[in-house]
């Protein structure tokens, strides 16, 4: 059951169970996630709302708003190429790496003279991570870490997982091994325009296998990691974000986003991949 009420404190159900509301992002809540003790970590008020603002209008000013290659069926675009659209085309992983760095100076000039999300996010991590953090290189070449996305109006994400290890297999090259020892992925999102109504973050605590998710896949969509949302239980974790919020979880696990109504719903996203507490995390899009 979806809770109804909603706050500034990243309203959920049994929100003390399932999710963890912190002020400000610190190392043991980011481990205890990390370790699955709640399935998402909010910190309300993270990035500036009248900042979110501005950098709203100046995203959708960009040219290089597309959907995704891989999913042009789902009412998403992004402002850069993502790693999981090359889906095993040498000239587009080509591309994606030729064009990572200037998409990451892109997105910096999009909120310029504000600090783009990203950078917060990834200078904080840094902060607090022992062994720092740096971009993922995993065919030895920088990737792209962080994006824009905007849903159009009335779109939605249906249920998937977001697996790095998917997307190498599916990338038609040799990787440089260091990806097999990523055991956590997350998915962190700073949220800049949110609907007053729908565009909620639904967590399952599901991570079902390839094999298990090919099962379950719905064949509507062209992109064959889309699950059937009719094969699932209702989501385990509802939440309603709101602007300026940041809210990461394991991308493992099936998540999706509900439809919005009228309004826009933008954000800033990337993935952390964490290979131990010894080892830095690593960034990429």
Same mark, same amino acid.
């Given at each position: 059951?979806?809770?109804?009420?909603?706050?500034?404190?990243?309203?959920?159900?049994?929100?003390?169970?399932?999710?963890?509301?912190?002020?400000?992002?610190?190392?043991?809540?980011?481990?205890?996630?990390?370790?699955?003790?709640?399935?998402?970590?909010?910190?309300?008020?993270?990035?500036?709302?009248?900042?979110?603002?501005?950098?709203?209008?100046?995203?959708?000013?960009?040219?290089?708003?597309?959907?995704?290659?891989?999913?042009?069926?789902?009412?998403?675009?992004?402002?850069?190429?993502?790693?999981?659209?090359?889906?095993?085309?040498?000239?587009?992983?080509?591309?994606?790496?030729?064009?990572?760095?200037?998409?990451?100076?892109?997105?910096?000039?999009?909120?310029?003279?504000?600090?783009?999300?990203?950078?917060?996010?990834?200078?904080? #991590?840094?902060?607090?991570?022992? @062994? +720092?953090?740096? !971009?993922?290189?995993?065919? %030895? =070449?920088?990737?792209?870490?962080?994006?824009?996305?905007?849903?159009?109006?009335?779109?939605?994400?249906?249920?998937?997982?977001?697996?790095?290890?998917?997307?190498?297999?599916?990338?038609?090259?040799?990787?440089?091994?260091?990806?097999?020892?990523?055991?956590?992925?997350?998915?962190?999102?700073?949220?800049?325009?949110?609907?007053?109504?729908?565009?909620?973050?639904?967590?399952?605590?599901?991570?079902?296998?390839?094999?298990?998710?090919?099962?379950?896949?719905?064949?509507?969509?062209?992109?064959?990691?889309?699950?059937?949302?009719?094969?699932?239980?209702?989501?385990? #974790?509802?939440?309603?974000?709101? @602007? +300026?919020?940041? !809210?990461?979880?394991?991308? %493992? =696990?099936?998540?999706?986003?509900?439809?919005?109504?009228?309004?826009?719903?933008?954000?800033?996203?990337?993935?952390?991949?964490?290979?131990?507490?010894?080892?830095?995390?690593?960034?990429?899009?």
């Amino acid at each position: 059951m979806r809770s109804n009420s909603h706050n500034k404190d990243c309203n959920t159900e049994s929100q003390n169970v399932l999710v963890k509301i912190s002020g400000s992002l610190v190392l043991a809540d980011l481990i205890d996630l990390i370790h699955g003790k709640f399935l998402a970590l909010c910190i309300p008020n993270y990035y500036p709302e009248k900042e979110a603002e501005v950098i709203t209008q100046e995203l959708l000013k960009q040219k290089t708003l597309e959907r995704y290659l891989r999913a042009p069926d789902v009412g998403v675009k992004r402002s850069g190429m993502t790693f999981f659209e090359t889906n095993g085309n040498i000239e587009l992983l080509e591309i994606y790496y030729e064009q990572a760095s200037a998409y990451i100076k892109k997105l910096r000039e999009v909120c310029f003279p504000f600090l783009s999300p990203i950078d917060m996010l990834r200078l904080d #991590l840094g902060d607090i991570w022992l @062994a +720092g953090a740096n !971009i993922e290189n995993i065919h %030895g =070449r920088r990737m792209l870490a962080g994006i824009g996305r905007v849903f159009e109006d009335a779109s939605e994400l249906p249920p998937h997982q977001d697996i790095l290890s998917q997307d190498i297999q599916d990338s038609g090259l040799a990787p440089n091994g260091s990806y097999e020892q990523v055991i956590t992925q997350l998915s962190s999102n700073i949220y800049l325009q949110v609907p007053k109504v729908g565009g909620e973050l639904e967590i399952w605590n599901l991570k079902p296998s390839s094999t298990e998710q090919q099962a379950i896949r719905n064949p509507e969509y062209k992109y064959e990691g889309i699950i059937d949302r009719a094969s699932l239980p209702p989501a385990t #974790l509802v939440i309603k974000p709101e @602007a +300026g919020d940041l !809210i990461l979880f394991d991308s %493992g =696990r099936i998540h999706a986003v509900c439809p919005s109504e009228k309004d826009l719903r933008a954000s800033m996203s990337m993935f952390i991949g964490y290979r131990g507490e010894d080892k830095p995390l690593t960034f990429w899009s």
